[in-house]
Protein backbone atom coordinates (compact mmCIF):
# COMPACT_ATOMS: atom_id res chain seq x y z
CA UNK A 1 0.00 0.00 0.00
CA UNK A 2 1.17 3.60 -0.95
CA UNK A 3 1.86 5.41 2.02
CA UNK A 4 -0.80 8.16 2.40
CA UNK A 5 -2.93 9.64 5.20
CA UNK A 6 -6.08 7.75 6.08
CA UNK A 7 -9.77 9.58 5.23
CA UNK A 8 -10.25 8.93 9.23
CA UNK A 9 -13.87 7.83 8.65
CA UNK A 10 -15.18 4.18 8.77
CA UNK A 11 -17.40 3.46 6.32
CA UNK A 12 -18.29 -0.03 7.93
CA UNK A 13 -21.81 -0.32 5.67
CA UNK A 14 -20.07 -0.86 2.67
CA UNK A 15 -17.08 -3.11 4.12
CA UNK A 16 -14.60 -0.24 3.82
CA UNK A 17 -12.00 -0.08 6.78
CA UNK A 18 -10.50 3.43 5.43
CA UNK A 19 -10.02 5.30 2.39
CA UNK A 20 -6.03 6.44 1.65
CA UNK A 21 -4.36 8.72 -0.68
CA UNK A 22 -1.10 9.69 -1.12
CA UNK A 23 0.78 12.25 0.86
CA UNK A 24 3.70 14.56 -0.01
CA UNK A 25 2.04 16.06 -3.19
CA UNK A 26 1.61 20.18 -3.40
CA UNK A 27 -1.38 21.67 -4.08
CA UNK A 28 -0.50 22.86 -7.73
CA UNK A 29 0.32 19.01 -7.99
CA UNK A 30 -3.23 17.97 -6.76
CA UNK A 31 -4.71 20.53 -9.44
CA UNK A 32 -3.71 19.64 -12.15
CA UNK A 33 -3.67 15.90 -11.50
CA UNK A 34 -7.71 16.45 -10.82
CA UNK A 35 -7.88 18.52 -13.63
CA UNK A 36 -9.01 21.45 -11.49
CA UNK A 37 -8.38 25.12 -11.27
CA UNK A 38 -8.15 27.75 -8.37
CA UNK A 39 -8.65 31.29 -7.60
CA UNK A 40 -7.32 32.34 -4.45
CA UNK A 41 -10.49 34.49 -2.75
CA UNK A 42 -9.81 38.05 -2.52
CA UNK A 43 -9.61 39.43 0.90
CA UNK A 44 -8.15 36.43 2.43
CA UNK A 45 -4.48 35.51 3.32
CA UNK A 46 -2.91 31.93 3.18
CA UNK A 47 -2.07 29.89 6.06
CA UNK A 48 -0.37 26.73 6.95
CA UNK A 49 -2.19 23.72 6.48
CA UNK A 50 -2.59 21.67 10.20
CA UNK A 51 -3.16 17.58 10.88
CA UNK A 52 -6.91 17.25 10.41
CA UNK A 53 -8.02 14.21 11.09
CA UNK A 54 -11.54 13.66 9.40
CA UNK A 55 -10.97 15.57 6.40
CA UNK A 56 -7.18 16.17 5.74
CA UNK A 57 -6.85 20.00 3.00
CA UNK A 58 -3.92 21.02 0.81
CA UNK A 59 -4.74 24.94 1.37
CA UNK A 60 -6.51 27.09 3.99
CA UNK A 61 -6.88 30.61 3.60
CA UNK A 62 -8.52 33.21 6.48
CA UNK A 63 -10.12 36.51 5.58
CA UNK A 64 -8.69 39.32 7.03
CA UNK A 65 -10.73 39.67 10.18
CA UNK A 66 -10.71 36.64 11.20
CA UNK A 67 -14.22 35.98 10.57
CA UNK A 68 -14.21 32.95 7.96
CA UNK A 69 -11.53 30.48 7.14
CA UNK A 70 -11.74 28.14 3.66
CA UNK A 71 -10.09 24.83 3.52
CA UNK A 72 -9.75 23.18 0.11
CA UNK A 73 -9.14 19.12 -0.21
CA UNK A 74 -8.43 17.30 -3.54
CA UNK A 75 -8.47 13.58 -3.99
CA UNK A 76 -7.38 12.79 -7.57
CA UNK A 77 -8.90 9.81 -7.96
CA UNK A 78 -6.12 7.82 -8.83
CA UNK A 79 -4.50 8.32 -5.88
CA UNK A 80 -7.21 7.05 -3.74
CA UNK A 81 -6.68 3.38 -2.50
CA UNK A 82 -9.76 1.38 -0.63
CA UNK A 83 -9.44 -1.16 1.60
CA UNK A 84 -12.38 -3.67 1.67
CA UNK A 85 -13.65 -6.35 3.86
CA UNK A 86 -16.35 -8.26 2.31
CA UNK A 87 -15.27 -11.23 0.65
CA UNK A 88 -18.27 -12.32 -1.14
CA UNK A 89 -18.85 -8.90 -3.46
CA UNK A 90 -16.54 -6.77 -5.76
CA UNK A 91 -14.31 -3.62 -3.94
CA UNK A 92 -16.53 -0.47 -5.16
CA UNK A 93 -14.64 1.85 -7.49
CA UNK A 94 -13.46 5.49 -6.59
CA UNK A 95 -15.86 6.76 -9.12
CA UNK A 96 -18.83 4.93 -7.09
CA UNK A 97 -17.95 6.59 -3.70
CA UNK A 98 -18.73 10.53 -3.81
CA UNK A 99 -22.16 10.82 -2.12
CA UNK A 100 -21.03 8.06 0.43
CA UNK A 101 -17.82 10.18 1.11
CA UNK A 102 -19.54 13.30 1.64
CA UNK A 103 -22.30 12.34 3.43
CA UNK A 104 -19.94 10.22 6.04
CA UNK A 105 -17.59 13.30 5.75
CA UNK A 106 -20.51 15.97 6.54
CA UNK A 107 -22.43 13.77 9.70
CA UNK A 108 -18.81 13.03 10.99
CA UNK A 109 -17.56 16.99 11.68
CA UNK A 110 -21.33 18.02 12.30
CA UNK A 111 -22.65 18.49 16.01
CA UNK A 112 -24.69 15.11 16.79
CA UNK A 113 -24.11 14.26 13.05
CA UNK A 114 -27.03 16.98 12.20
CA UNK A 115 -26.60 18.17 8.51
CA UNK A 116 -29.04 19.69 6.50
CA UNK A 117 -27.22 18.73 2.55
CA UNK A 118 -28.98 19.12 -1.01
CA UNK A 119 -27.17 17.97 -4.02
CA UNK A 120 -27.38 20.24 -7.17
CA UNK A 121 -28.68 19.18 -10.46
CA UNK A 122 -26.90 17.87 -12.97
CA UNK A 123 -27.16 21.18 -15.02
CA UNK A 124 -26.83 23.29 -11.69
CA UNK A 125 -23.18 20.99 -11.14
CA UNK A 126 -22.37 21.65 -14.87
CA UNK A 127 -22.74 25.48 -14.63
CA UNK A 128 -21.40 26.08 -11.67
CA UNK A 129 -18.37 23.64 -10.89
CA UNK A 130 -18.05 22.02 -14.75
CA UNK A 131 -18.68 18.78 -12.15
CA UNK A 132 -20.55 15.63 -12.81
CA UNK A 133 -22.39 16.08 -9.53
CA UNK A 134 -22.47 18.26 -6.42
CA UNK A 135 -23.54 18.82 -3.08
CA UNK A 136 -23.58 20.70 -0.44
CA UNK A 137 -23.80 20.46 3.45
CA UNK A 138 -24.44 22.76 6.52
CA UNK A 139 -23.97 21.96 10.02
CA UNK A 140 -22.64 23.20 13.28
CA UNK A 141 -19.07 22.17 13.62
CA UNK A 142 -18.37 19.52 16.25
CA UNK A 143 -15.92 20.79 19.06
CA UNK A 144 -13.85 17.82 18.31
CA UNK A 145 -13.08 19.48 14.55
CA UNK A 146 -13.17 23.02 15.72
CA UNK A 147 -12.94 25.08 18.69
CA UNK A 148 -13.00 28.62 17.14
CA UNK A 149 -15.49 28.03 14.68
CA UNK A 150 -19.26 27.12 15.26
CA UNK A 151 -20.84 26.66 12.00
CA UNK A 152 -19.88 25.18 8.27
CA UNK A 153 -20.12 24.57 4.84
CA UNK A 154 -19.01 22.11 2.99
CA UNK A 155 -19.24 21.91 -0.95
CA UNK A 156 -18.37 18.71 -2.25
CA UNK A 157 -17.83 18.25 -6.62
CA UNK A 158 -17.23 14.97 -8.73
CA UNK A 159 -15.89 14.54 -12.41
CA UNK A 160 -15.23 10.37 -13.03
CA UNK A 161 -12.31 9.79 -13.70
CA UNK A 162 -10.75 13.01 -12.63
CA UNK A 163 -11.14 13.59 -8.84
CA UNK A 164 -13.51 14.13 -6.07
CA UNK A 165 -12.61 17.66 -4.04
CA UNK A 166 -13.76 19.93 -1.37
CA UNK A 167 -14.75 23.84 -0.28
CA UNK A 168 -14.69 23.74 3.55
CA UNK A 169 -16.12 27.20 5.34
CA UNK A 170 -15.29 27.60 8.49
CA UNK A 171 -17.31 30.47 10.38
CA UNK A 172 -18.76 31.47 13.24
CA UNK A 173 -21.69 32.38 11.84
CA UNK A 174 -23.36 31.16 7.99
CA UNK A 175 -26.08 33.44 7.69
CA UNK A 176 -24.00 36.68 8.26
CA UNK A 177 -21.43 35.22 5.83
CA UNK A 178 -23.47 34.52 2.95
CA UNK A 179 -22.08 37.38 0.45
CA UNK A 180 -18.32 36.21 1.16
CA UNK A 181 -19.40 32.14 0.69
CA UNK A 182 -21.81 33.47 -2.37
CA UNK A 183 -18.73 35.12 -4.23
CA UNK A 184 -16.14 32.57 -3.35
CA UNK A 185 -18.32 28.80 -3.18
CA UNK A 186 -16.92 28.43 -7.12
CA UNK A 187 -13.69 29.32 -6.11
CA UNK A 188 -12.21 25.79 -6.66
CA UNK A 189 -13.93 23.53 -9.93
CA UNK A 190 -13.08 21.62 -12.87
CA UNK A 191 -11.48 23.20 -16.40
CA UNK A 192 -13.59 21.84 -18.46
CA UNK A 193 -17.01 19.48 -18.35
CA UNK A 194 -16.24 15.95 -19.82
CA UNK A 195 -19.72 13.78 -19.87
CA UNK A 196 -22.36 13.43 -16.86
CA UNK A 197 -22.71 10.61 -14.85
CA UNK A 198 -25.32 8.35 -14.04
CA UNK A 199 -25.90 8.70 -9.91
CA UNK A 200 -27.23 5.98 -8.07
CA UNK A 201 -30.76 6.24 -6.51
CA UNK A 202 -30.62 7.45 -2.49
CA UNK A 203 -32.15 5.27 -0.26
CA UNK A 204 -34.88 8.17 0.23
CA UNK A 205 -35.46 7.76 -3.66
CA UNK A 206 -35.30 4.15 -3.81
CA UNK A 207 -38.19 3.82 -0.69
CA UNK A 208 -39.94 6.19 -3.09
CA UNK A 209 -39.89 3.65 -6.01
CA UNK A 210 -43.60 2.10 -7.29
CA UNK A 211 -43.63 -1.38 -6.09
CA UNK A 212 -43.00 -4.32 -8.83
CA UNK A 213 -46.47 -6.27 -8.57
CA UNK A 214 -46.17 -9.96 -7.93
CA UNK A 215 -47.26 -12.92 -10.63
Not at 147 to 173: E, S, V, W
Amino acid sequence: MRSGAVISVLLLCMGISSVVFAKNVTFQQLLTEGGLEFQAPEGFKPLPVEPAYVMPYEARYVSEDGQIEIQYAIRPLSRIEIDYDDPHNAAPLPNDLFNMLFRTLTETMARNHDVISRSYTPAEARMEYRAGWASVGVFDLSPDISKRFQQAMLIAIHQNDKADAYILFLTHNLSTEKERIKKWRTSLKFRTFDKAINTPPTPEQLENLPMIPEN
